[in-house]
T-cell receptor, first 115, second 110 residues
Framework: DVKVTQSSRYLVKRTGEKVFLECVQD?????MFWYRQDPGLGLRLIYF???????EKGDIPEGYSVSREKKERFSLILESASTNQTSMYLC??????????????FGQGTRLTVV | QQPVQSPQAVILREGEDAVINCSSS?????VHWYRQKHGEAPVFLMI?????EQKGHDKISASFNEKKQQSSLYLTASQLSYSGTYFC???????????FGQGTTLQVKP
């Protein structure tokens, strides 16, 4: 069974803390994604990685960085958490099939609250 | 830029039909459709590739007009299980990058 696993379902952090959100997939997918989901704004792409150590900025990369040292793992880093980063974070992965034409599989999400 | 979905929300009675539209300002290679139920992860419905194809399974189908940079999702004879938020995702390059719209909330009532 295909699986994308995010390390935490719920996380509470303090303003200014460095926060790591981890995502692991077991499907040997080349592509991995981090999205942020807020009511009325849908799924906004933060970062996308198409290979180990390769990344591309999404629509809202400010305040975030990513790391992909191994194919199966994609980490999202909040360098200095702020209250406006309180949100649901979703990780996804997909196989490379050219032209974005393969199904994406999502993790269950991490609800991050910054206080 | 995110694709734009319309309507933002729709309420139906069981058995009624609905259409959800998705349009992009960029040329598209592919369009994905996903459904997310409350508290769950988005789940894949279908992918349409450029070429103006139409796809469907069960009573849910979709079309993709590459020239107009638009796609539509058709839900016919809706069931209670169709309730959720529908997202279109657009692939604009050959890297696999996927950008989603803001979602359309569909509620089907008995």
């Amino acid at each position: 069974d295909v699986k994308v696993t995010q390390s935490s379902r719920y996380l509470v952090k303090r303003t200014g803390e460095k926060v790591f959100l981890e995502c692991v997939q077991d499907m040997d997918h080349e592509n991995m994604f981090w999205y942020r989901q807020d009511p009325g704004l849908g799924l906004r792409l933060i970062y996308f990685s198409y290979d180990v150590k390769m990344k591309e900025k999404g629509d809202i990369p400010e305040g975030y960085s990513v790391s992909r040292e191994k194919k199966e793992r994609f980490s999202l880093i909040l360098e200095s958490a702020s209250t406006n980063q309180t949100s649901m974070y979703l990780c996804a992965s997909s196989r490379t099939g050219g032209a974005g034409n393969t199904e994406a599989f999502f993790g269950q999400g991490t609800r991050l609250t910054v206080v | 830029q995110q694709p734009v979905q319309s309507p933002q929300a729709v309420i139906l009675r069981e058995g009624e039909d609905a259409v959800i539209n998705c349009s992009s300002s960029k040329a598209l290679y592919s369009v994905h459709w996903y459904r997310q139920k409350h508290g769950e992860a988005p789940v894949f419905l279908m992918i349409l590739l450029k070429g103006g194809e139409q796809k469907g399974h069960d009573k849910i189908s979709a079309s993709f007009n590459e020239k107009k940079q638009q796609s539509s999702l058709y839900l016919t004879a809706s069931q209670l299980s169709y309730s959720g938020t529908y997202f279109c995702g657009t692939g604009s390059s050959n890297t696999g990058k996927l950008i989603f719209g803001q979602g359309t909330t569909l509620q089907v009532k008995p």
